[in-house]
């Protein structure tokens, strides 16, 4: 699939962890589509494969009828069993040329980037869009650590799909990242931690054209 540019200016990553419930959840997700997201990855880290299976099916369908992207993280067979339009693999998961494969040409494939190198090898095996980062320091990955701006514009210009970033991102510095040669940003508590997620995602949305190349 073919991404346009204004479909990656604001990607919701969900994170239970700021819902109160399970209808908080859903409505957190519905309220990001509201405000501007364009595309939305599930990821779940501690669900079983059956519960996982279950809410991605849910999730798929939810995107499908607001006519916006499902990615699925990490788990290519979810993204396959549920019709998903696409999975997002990181460097330690799946390989882009596997994860291929298995979904076809038809579905887009997003994968972590942290440096030239490793960009260049995913827009090889068959990425669609990267994502890198981290941008900033994030509690959402302890382990990932911010890389530089020169950095960032160097996997931008060395590849010739497109790139948002993520990691750390805000309102209060996503407008550091303008004239890296970004498509946009990838979010996660910027939207679910806030109390109004739908006016939430409206300001990072504007924010975020801001900074696109």
């Known amino acids: 699939m073919k991404l346009q540019a204004e479909q990656m200016r604001l990607y919701a990553v969900t994170d239970r962890a700021w819902a109160a419930d399970e209808r908080t959840f859903w ?4 309220a990001a589509i509201a405000g501007g997201a364009a595309m939305v990855q599930l990821r779940e880290k501690h669900l079983t494969e059956d519960a996982f299976l279950a809410e991605a099916e849910r999730f798929v369908a939810l995107c499908r009828e607001a006519g916006v992207i499902s990615i699925i993280n990490d788990n290519v067979d979810i993204a396959v069993k549920t019709g998903a339009d696409g999975v997002h693999v990181g460097q330690e998961d799946l390989a882009a040329g596997r994860a291929r494969a298995l979904l076809g040409p038809d579905k887009i494939i997003g994968v972590s980037a942290h440096n030239v190198e490793e960009a260049r090898a995913a827009q090889a095996a068959g990425a669609d869009y990267l994502g890198v980062g981290a941008a900033f320091v994030t509690g959402t990955k302890t382990d990932a650590k911010p890389i530089s701006r020169d950095t ?35 979010v996660v508590s910027a939207l679910f931690a806030q ?14 054209r801001e900074i696109s190349k």
């Open 27 to 30: 409505d957190q997700v519905r």
């Open 195 to 208: 109390p109004d997620v739908k006016a939430a995602a409206e300001e990072m949305l504007r924010l975020s």
């Open 152 to 186: 960032i514009r160097a996997v931008t210009a060395a590849v010739d799909i497109p790139v948002v970033a993520i990691g750390g991102i805000s309102r209060d510095n996503v407008l550091e990242l303008a004239g890296c040669g970004l498509d946009g940003v990838a």
